[in-house]
């Protein structure tokens, strides 16, 4: 089992930038896939981005292609997800999750295939 704790959200300005952590503690991390997901008050939860266990392949949402950038340094077992231009409709909770079901690399915004989920990090973007 693995477990996810994120970090790094806060208040910034519309046009600034955030760097989300995802820490997992276990010693197979490496193994996990990750995907980073973001609900706002009163909207569903939506897929940010994913990263394969391997990072050599990412997703993203259409949203946030070209603002947002996921990342894992395996090493210290984080994954990262660099949030630049950021907008007022980015502001949500945002939740890093985890899995070994590697199928969800074909289908990586289904909630469902992530099995080990932080409690989030509160992320604020004003106008």
């Known amino acids: 089992q693995v477990q996810v704790v994120e970090s790094g959200g806060g208040l910034v300005q519309a046009g600034g930038s955030l760097r989300l952590s995802c820490a997992a503690s276990?010693?197979?991390?490496?193994?996990?896939?990750v995907g980073w997901f973001r609900q706002a008050p009163g909207n569903e939860r939506e897929f940010v981005a994913h990263?394969?266990?391997?990072?050599?392949?990412?997703t993203y949402t259409d949203p946030v292609k070209g603002r947002f950038t996921i990342s894992r340094d395996n090493v210290k077992n984080t994954v990262y997800l660099q949030m630049n231009s950021l907008k007022s409709e980015d502001t949500a909770v945002y939740y890093c999750?985890?899995?070994?079901?590697?199928?969800?690399?074909?289908?990586?915004?289904?909630?469902?295939?992530?099995?080990?989920w932080g409690q989030g990090t509160q992320v604020t973007v004003s106008s």
């Open positions: 276990g010693r197979s991390f490496t193994r996990y896939v």
């Open positions: 990263i394969s266990q391997s990072g050599r392949t990412t």
């Open positions: 999750a985890a899995t070994l079901d590697y199928s969800v690399n074909s289908v990586p915004s289904k909630a469902e295939k992530y099995n080990f």
